[in-house]
């Protein structure tokens, strides 16, 4: 079956812009997860959603970023005002459950550069 | 907090060469380990897990087994390929987590190269 997408694959903004990521999870996933890899921060978590609820999102590094998830499927990733430090890849994530060590499946990720 | 400490690389080995890459916790309670890898242009996949103490993960060769006792996971292939250069990442989960869910803890991962 179909894996997690991301869309687009690459963005490059300027500074100041908004940007919008695309995650299409897993169907029938319950759990989806955003990370952000970066050379300087390494893989860190971002914002867990359980359904369309966001019980966690502790890993929001300021109030410029802000996800939804809408129907408990695509989710979306929103950066208002990028600055350069936003330049990652911004990975999603999704599993089955959260009970246990769920496996979580990972989608290709987002490359943003913030010009 | 939760944290994971690996090895540095890049780790260079010659093909057929034993591979260890090191790999270390702290958490509290009982986390689930994980090693994933990311391959060259490809996203992260799952290699193996362990859920409890003494478990051992296993797949496509790679071998790693939970030790609570050293707060350890690391990772272990007794003859390594080309094919396996990649970037390998130990991670941690816990459950029972305010919210639920079972976020992921990375370690910063560690390059591996294999030449022939």
């Known amino acids: 079956g179909a894996g997690v997408s991301q869309s687009p694959s690459n963005k490059v903004t300027e500074k100041g812009k908004d940007v919008e990521l695309r995650c299409d999870p897993i169907s029938g996933h319950t759990a989806l997860y955003w990370y952000r890899q970066s050379l300087g921060q390494g893989l860190e978590f971002l914002i867990y959603f359980q359904g369309n609820s966001a019980p966690d999102k502790s890993g929001l590094p300021s109030d410029r970023f802000s996800a939804e998830r809408t129907g408990g499927s695509v989710s979306t990733l929103t950066i208002q005002r990028t600055q350069q430090e936003d330049s990652a890849v911004y990975l999603c994530a999704s599993s089955l459950g959260t009970g246990g060590a769920g496996t979580q499946y990972f989608g290709p990720g987002t490359r943003l550069t913030v010009l | 907090g939760d944290s994971v400490t690996q090895m540095e690389g890049p780790v260079t080995l010659s093909e057929e060469a034993f591979l260890t890459i090191n790999c270390t916790y702290t958490a509290t309670g009982y986390p689930s380990l994980f090693w994933y890898v990311q391959y060259p242009g490809e996203g992260l996949q799952l290699l193996l897990k362990?859920?409890?103490?003494?478990d051992k993960g296993s797949n496509k060769g790679f071998e790693a087994t939970y030790r609570k006792e050293t707060t350890s996971f690391h990772l272990e292939k007794g003859s390594v390929q080309v094919s396996d250069s990649a970037v390998y990442f130990c991670?941690?989960?816990?459950?029972?987590?305010?919210?639920?869910?079972?976020?992921?803890?990375f370690g910063t991962g560690t390059q591996l190269k294999v030449e022939l």
């Open positions: 362990a859920t409890k103490a003494d």
């Open positions: 991670a941690l989960s816990r459950a029972g987590l305010t919210g639920g869910g079972n976020k992921l803890t």
